[in-house]
């Protein structure tokens, strides 16, 4: 269990925009009130209640007593003992996620570049460590796979009765897991970034891996965790994490700072190209899935226009793209973050299996809001695909990520959390080198042996066992 965790880690992780579901419950007044929540208008002062298994949403706020079991396998303490055991029977190979690299610049008063190389130089030389890759390589597949299964699924018509939803936030497939197994169906069960980049590590090399992969939440421990994970990650470790392990074993990173580019080449396996592993793509911060789907989508339909639709709040966008001739719709696809969000798109996708969406009046919504005075706004459920992330903000946002607020221990709230969420966004777009990644995760499966593994997930309800509490207030 780790160490860095205390009941302030839950008091500012349980901030307005991830608040436990049970306190913001909105109660249906009369029957004409709207069941809709809007994100932002919650009471300031939340009261205390006691909480069940079935109203957990699984954010992460607090965990249930089995995956408390799980967790406590995956720490930076569990990791160094490992480490201490490998011997030369396992070589250790780490991966780290993009916005665990902004995270740790912006802690470090570090340039992105500085900072990859000085991560690089430490775990050569104190961990000696044999391979240290970004994950973008695992993301290309996850995106190119992703776009293969909605591209099909969109030529046979299934993507106007129903939209797909990402799967690569642990805290919203876990929720769908345990809570809503009606959503279940609804999940593209491509793997996540993480994963893919596990197996293609495991398989690049004919040594034995230790795979230590370093994500932005504590629900990567638990995605890791899964039965269908395959062994394709030993220990997920969080920013906040690798700061707490170096302190206490006494690394000042200061003294391994490092500019050597070469590093880069000699910490990649072989046939890995450190630009394209080190790299990022075009869309969110979360992985760009939505953006990318309709990149792809552009890329059959060249005569059709891109439209960027805000939402409600600042955590819904919708890429529509639509045709130059007659102005429907050919695609469309939605970047949605939170939970309150998330509450909002299950009432309407549960109300949609009573009532089925009519197709023909999906193509032609682009001309019934061009008609209107109205400017169109982003309609999540009525997309083919949605970029599900539990996190307000996306994956910049989230909870194990460090900034030089949390740091500094000062008590977090709405508004300076989005001005970190903003500032970070401000560096992952501005450091970040954007490459192809749907046309590069088409080359990955093309030229390796990676084609011949499905990456799918196998989802199931989760039924939850009467021993199973929910322990609120245990934070990890
Ligand atoms: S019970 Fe815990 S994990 Fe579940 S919604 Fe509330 S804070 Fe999140
Ligand atoms: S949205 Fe949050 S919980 Fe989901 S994968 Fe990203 S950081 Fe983790």
Known sequence: MSALLSEQ??????????ACVKPTEVKKVNEEQTTEIEVGKEASELEKVSISLQDCLACAGCITSSEEILLSRQSHTVFVEAWKNLRDERQLAVSISPQSRISLADYYGLT???????????????????????????????????????????????????????????????????????????????????????SLLK????EKLYHLSIMPCFDKK?????????????????PREVVTMLQELQIDINQYKSEDQALRKALSPLGWDPILHWSSNEGSSSGGFAYQYILE??????????????????????????????????????????????????????????????????????????AS?????????????????????????????????S???????????????????????????????RTMGQEIDHRSTSHTLSYHYEFH????????????????
């Open 222 to 238: 638990l995605e890791a965790s899964r039965p269908d994970g395959e062994k394709e990650v030993d220990c997920v470790i969080t």
């Open 112 to 198: 992105l570049e500085t900072l990859d190389l000085t991560l690089l130089n430490l775990f050569k030389v104190y961990f000696g460590c044999r391979y240290f890759v970004g994950t973008q390589m695992g993301r290309n597949l996850t995106i190119s796979r992703s776009n293969q299964e909605l591209i099909s699924l969109k030529q046979q018509g299934e993507l106007a009765k129903k939209p797909k939803l990402s799967a690569v936030c642990p805290g919203f497939v876990l929720y769908a897991e345990k809570t809503k197994p009606e959503l279940v169906p609804y999940l593209l069960n491509v793997k996540s970034p993480q994963q893919i980049t596990g």
């Open 461 to 476: 309800p989760i039924d939850a066992q009467p021993s199973d509490v929910v322990s609120l207030g245990n934070t990890w």
């Open 297 to 370: 989508m552009y890329h059959l339909y060249p005569e059709s226009a891109l439209q960027v639709l805000e939402g409600k709040n600042s955590d819904l966008r919708e890429y529509r793209l639509t045709d130059l001739a007659n102005g429907q719709t050919i695609a469309s696809a939605t970047e949605l973050y939170g939970f309150r969000n998330i509450q909002n798109m299950v009432r309407k996708l549960t109300q949609r299996s009573i009532r089925p969406r009519n197709p023909r009046l999906l193509k032609n919504r682009q001309a019934t809001s061009s």
């Open 9 to 18: 880690d839950l008091n500012d992780f349980i901030s307005p925009g991830l």
């Open 203 to 206: 398989m690049s090399s004919n």
């Open 407 to 437: 740091a500094s221990n000062s008590t977090s709230n709405a508004v300076r959390k989005k001005a970190i969420i903003d500032h970070l966004n401000a560096r992952y777009t501005q450091e970040m080198v954007n490459i192809d990644a």
């Open 373 to 405: 005075t109205k400017p169109a706004i982003a309609d999540p459920t009525n997309t083919d695909f949605i970029e599900v992330m539990a996190c307000p903000g996306g994956c910049i946002n989230g909870g194990g990520l460090l900034s030089k607020d």
